[in-house]
């Protein structure tokens, strides 16, 4: 048993936005990549991954987050977080330092406003 | 201490499992109909068995009240089983048998037939002992099942006794007589009929194939308008008559039949009024050849002038009622009218007169033995060259069709009360206690005079430890559908014991009642939960989707549907699964709480959501507050079973886990800390950083894991004094993890943990995190 985690793929512009619903640990972290990956087109600039609705993330999760800016990177596109001020997982995306390599912010709009 | 109450947990479950089944077994032995002795024999020996005891007694009280019978029993003395001990003291106690059996301690419970006492039931233990709660409890059932056995066994005379005599009655009267199910099938029809008519077809059928074809579109819309609404119908058309091969006009009437003021079909009769039709017609040709005619005729007939005195009553009356012709003249309306009758059916017949219409009328008329019986009389205007000249009327004894039609009401009033004593003795009197979940249930018989419906719920422990939970509700009301629900709760007790799949267990139920003679269809839903995790799955077979309460808000579970049990074979039965939050309820419940004809079935699912409202508040407040607010506005027709289930909190301090080491293990390690630490009073922002801290530790006990001696991994989490202190064992050797970030699990458990010991040994690692809880610290 895999545990559940929803993705919910959007195109807004030049941008497209991930809603990430569910929990992501070990058992489901690189199928997640995967879809992620496959849900991002060559003429998109930025992939914005909304994590607002997510219950759990774990190591392998936030490994998830690193590799996904480093190969976007390479495509010469970019990938940015959304995550409310109040969200519980705050702490960790923080001591892990998650901002280095994609800027995180409180809201959808203003991820996209940038 | 604690070695007694690891002891007790593993036991208690067991012992209570099979007394319930001893207990479901005795009620189902009741209700296949095994004789009383046999079952106050079987009561005796079971008793014995699951007390331990050395010797049971069956008491029943004489009927003077003054002795008690010993009817069955375990371990008696020669001389006492099938003698009368005396009632020492009050009439209203137990036997002396404990004093005369020089047995050390006794538990007496008394048996209650039709709410009064009528005997005891006695356990005698020669070794001192303490008879616990559910001792007694347990026998407490026994005796229920003997109470309600014997009743049964008494109501079930008087029932066969009372159908026996009506069928007899209608075999031996000369109208053609036929009854029907709700649904308009035909169920049984007299000897009359089946000589009349040379078969056993229905209604519909009869109209569409043996009425006259001049006569069968009307027949047929008379037939469907009144059944439709369930009304009483009457028409008049030609059947066909087997023996000779003619059409004969008959007179159809349909009496609605009523049960607890539910519908249940029709009861009817068909008279030949052939010669009265007859008669008609020739009175329309001459009055003089009508005369002639009318007094062969065996009919009852009268005419009347234009001020409606009598003219003349042709032979058939006055054979009837014994008077002469010369009495019946003239204004004799009210001669031999039953008193009670009188005044409605003069007033009648005056304003039909009146206003010149037809009349008719059903009254009690003297008959010439001295009793009065029951007619239908019905007249006419009549006109001679265009002129009134007074009235036409014939009569026709319809006696044993109106004495047929009240002791049918008291068949179907008996089999109601059947029904609901075997219903509630059925359905579980109090829930069992299972550890960490409360319940609590409901059972309502339809509002309407209590329609008796086969609605059901039930809970049983399983072997694994997760708690089965299934409503239910057979299609059909009365006896029958009691019976069957009586047979699948078992089945559905058995099976859940055995199989683990919802979708299994519905499977095989259907497979069963496929098997089976009788047509049995059913909605149920079944569902299993795992207390500890809040994860459950269940199947719903034709059944409205359970409800979960959480304490964000309420929402439907959907998923699992398939098609009711009885209906196919084979059939697909799906399941689907969800994880109850903690600190949810969970609400089954079955269609007469959300099926109403007025009203479309999603608007009200979304009135059943908003009134049971959020998870806060005993079960018992909630389920009455939904039954309140759902059906305390109109009237449920149907009845409704209700469940409500709610995991309660881990109470311990501490927990301790033993896990397969593999990654699948996570989700399941997260549900049980979430359940933990929600007890524990920890916030979100606690709950997620500890969740993931020790899930980080478990992942790398996980990685460590080679051979088969590494398949477990062990977790332990205590909380004392505001501090957690959680311990991750493995079974291998300790090492970093491998790859380029792969020490980000370490290190966000040292960030995230006050303190961490990582303590390698020779039969694997043990890390050791502690963390104080600020918001309980606060508290």
């Known amino acids: ?39 991002m087109p060559n003429d998109a600039l930025v992939l914005v991954i909304d994590i607002s609705a997510c219950r759990y993330l774990d190591s392998a999760a936030i490994e998830v987050l690193f590799d996904l800016s480093r190969r976007l990177a390479r495509r010469r596109q970019e990938l940015r977080l959304v995550m409310p001020p109040d969200s519980p997982l705050r702490r960790v995306i923080e001591l892990t330092e998650v901002g280095s390599a994609a800027p995180v912010h409180d809201s959808l709009d203003s991820a996209l406003s940038q | 201490m ?30 296949e109909g095994m004789p009383l002795g046999e079952l106050r024999d079987a009561a005796a020996t079971a008793v014995a068995c699951e007390l331990g005891v050395e010797q049971v007694a069956v008491l029943e009280l004489t009927h003077d009240r003054r002795g008690l019978l010993a009817r069955a029993g375990v371990g008696l003395p020669d001389g006492v089983l099938g003698g009368v001990l005396p009632v020492e003291g009050e009439r209203t106690d137990p036997s002396s048998l404990q004093k005369d059996l020089g047995s050390a301690s006794s538990c007496q419970v008394s048996i209650d037939t039709r709410g009064r006492l009528s005997g005891w039931i006695e356990a005698h233990s020669r070794a001192a002992r303490d008879f616990t709660a559910d001792d007694e409890a347990f026998l407490r059932a026994v005796a229920s099942v003997l109470g309600a056995a014997a009743e049964r066994a008494r109501q079930d005379d008087v029932m066969s006794d009372s159908e026996a005599r009506f069928r007899e009655l209608a075999d031996t009267t000369p109208a053609l007589m036929w009854m029907t199910d709700a649904e308009g099938d035909i169920t049984f029809v007299n000897e009359g009929w089946r000589r009349f008519t040379g078969g056993t077809s229905d209604v519909g059928v009869t109209f569409a194939t043996s009425a006259h074809p001049d006569d069968r579109e009307e027949a047929l819309r008379i037939w469907e308008e009144a059944s439709a609404r369930r009304e009483e119908f009457r028409c008049e058309y030609r059947l066909r008559h087997a023996g000779s091969g003619d059409y004969r006009w008959v007179l159809e009437v349909g009496v609605p039949r009523f049960a607890g003021g539910e519908f249940v079909g029709y009861v009817g009769t068909a008279t030949d009024i052939h010669e009265r039709r007859a008669m008609e017609e020739a009175l329309r040709e001459s009055e003089a050849s009508f005369r002639d005619l009318a007094d062969t005729a065996p009919a009852m007939m009268w005419t009347t002038d234009e001020d409606g005195l009598v003219t003349f009553v042709n032979e058939g009356w006055l054979r009837f009622t014994g008077t002469t012709l010369e009495e019946e003249l003239g204004a004799s309306w009210q001669l031999g009218v039953h008193p009670e009758d009188a005044d409605a059916t003069l007033s009648t017949w005056d304003r039909a007169r009146e206003e010149r219409r037809s009349w008719e009328r059903e009254y009690r008329l003297l008959h010439h033995s001295g009793e009065y019986r029951w007619i239908v009389d019905r007249g006419v205007p009549r006109y001679e060259g265009g002129r009134y000249a007074g009235y036409v009327g014939t009569a026709i004894d319809i006696h044993e069709r109106k004495t047929m039609e009240a002791r049918l009401l008291e068949v179907y009033q008996r089999e109601h009360k059947i029904a609901e004593t075997l219903q509630r003795s059925l359905l579980p009197e109090r829930l069992p206690q299972i550890e960490g979940v409360e319940l609590a249930a409901r059972y309502l018989p339809g509002a309407r005079g209590a329609a008796i419906g086969g609605d059901w719920y039930d809970v049983l422990e399983r072997p694994d430890g997760r708690v089965a939970l299934v409503v239910g509700d057979v299609v059909g009301h009365g006896l029958r559908a009691a019976a069957t629900m009586g047979q699948l709760r078992n089945a559905f007790r058995a099976y859940g014991l055995v199989e683990s799949s919802p979708s299994e267990v519905v499977a095989r139920i259907n497979r069963l009642v496929m098997s089976g003679v009788e047509d049995v269809m059913a909605t149920v839903l ?55 939050p903690p600190g949810s309820s969970l609400l089954l419940y079955t269609d007469g709480l959300v099926e109403r004809r007025d009203e479309p079935l999603d608007k009200r699912l979304a009135k059943l959501a908003s009134v049971a409202g959020g998870a806060e508040g005993d079960l018992d407040g909630l389920c009455e507050r939904v039954i309140d607010a759902v059906l305390g506005d109109g009237d449920p027709g149907d009845d409704v079973a209700l469940l409500a289930v709610r995991p309660l909190p881990a109470v311990a301090d501490r927990i301790s886990l033993t896990l397969p080491a593999e990654p699948a293990s996570l989700a399941s ?60 064992r493995d079974h291998g050797t300790w090492r970093e993890r491998r790859g380029e970030h792969r020490g980000r699990g370490l290190n966000i458990i040292e960030k995230l943990m006050d303190d961490v010991r990582v303590t390698p040994g020779e039969e694997g690692t043990e890390v050791t995190m502690r963390r104080r809880l600020a918001a309980v610290e606060a508290a």
């Open chain 1, 1 to 39: 048993m895999t545990s559940p985690a929803e993705v919910a793929v959007e195109r807004r512009g030049g941008s497209v936005v991930a809603r990430l619903s569910g929990e992501v640990d070990m058992t489901n972290a690189s199928y997640l990549r995967e879809q992620l990956l496959d849900s």
């Open chain 2, 2 to 31: 604690l070695g007694r109450r690891a002891n007790r947990h593993r036991e208690e479950p067991a012992v209570l499992a099979s007394r319930q089944a001893t207990v479901a077994e005795l009620a189902l032995r009741a209700l």
């Open chain 2, 526 to 580: 079944y569902l299993v939960l795992d207390r500890e995790t809040g994860e459950l799955s269940f199947s719903a077979a034709g059944h409205p989707p359970p409800l979960v309460l959480a304490p964000d808000g309420p929402r439907f579970l959907e998923g699992g549907r398939s098609v009711p049990i009885g209906a196919s074979d084979p059939a697909v039965f799906r399941e689907a699964s969800a994880v109850l």
């Open chain 2, 669 to 728: 390690l997260r549900r049980r800390l979430a359940r933990f630490l929600h007890a524990t009073g920890a916030s979100d922002l606690e709950q997620y950083e500890i969740t993931l801290t020790i899930s980080e530790a478990a992942g790398n006990a996980i990685e460590h894991a080679y051979g088969p001696g590494d398949a477990t991994y062990d977790v332990e989490v205590a909380f004392t004094r505001g501090e957690l202190v959680a311990t991750v």
